[in-house]
C-alpha cells in the first residue's frame, strides 16, 4: 500500500504564493504520475496540475501560468507551487498519485487526506 500525506495549506491573502508539498510513503516498486486535485464547497473535484514523468506536466486552465508543479523521484514527492492566488483557489488540495506497490501489481490510485487552501483577505 501506499500511503500520501501532504503539507503546506494555510490561510493566504489574494496575490499571495503558498507551496503544497506530498510525500509518498509505504511499499512502493514505481509511481507512474503524481499530481494534485481540489475541490471548492459545493463543487466537483478537479485536476490541478500533474507530472507524468519525465518532465511532462499538464495544467488546469484556471492555473496555468500561475502554479508550477514538481517532483522529487528520489524522495517520492511532488510539489505544487501556487502563485498570484485568487479567492477562487480557495478549496481543500489533495495530493493523488498512481502507483504499484510490487512489480507485477496493477497500477492504483491512490489519495492523500487533503490539506485546506484559504484565499482571503
Known amino acids: 500500500q501506499v500511503q500520501l500525506v501532504e503539507s503546506g495549506g494555510g490561510l493566504v491573502q489574494p496575490g499571495g504564493s503558498l507551496r503544497l508539498s506530498c510525500v509518498a510513503s509505504g511499499t512502493i516498486f514505481s509511481i507512474n504520475v503524481m499530481g494534485w486535485y481540489r475541490q471548492a464547497p459545493g463543487k466537483q473535484r478537479e485536476l490541478v496540475a500533474s507530472?507524468?514523468?519525465?518532465?511532462?506536466?499538464n495544467y488546469a486552465a484556471s492555473v496555468e501560468g500561475r502554479f508550477t508543479i514538481s517532483r522529487d523521484y528520489a524522495k517520492n514527492t511532488v510539489y505544487l507551487q501556487m502563485s498570484s492566488l485568487e479567492p477562487e483557489d480557495t478549496a481543500v488540495y489533495f495530493c493523488t498519485c498512481n502507483a504499484r506497490s510490487r512489480r507485477l501489481d496493477i497500477p492504483t490510485d491512490y489519495w492523500g487526506q487533503g490539506t485546506q487552501v484559504t484565499v482571503s483577505s
Open positions: 507530472a507524468i514523468g519525465g518532465g511532462m506536466v
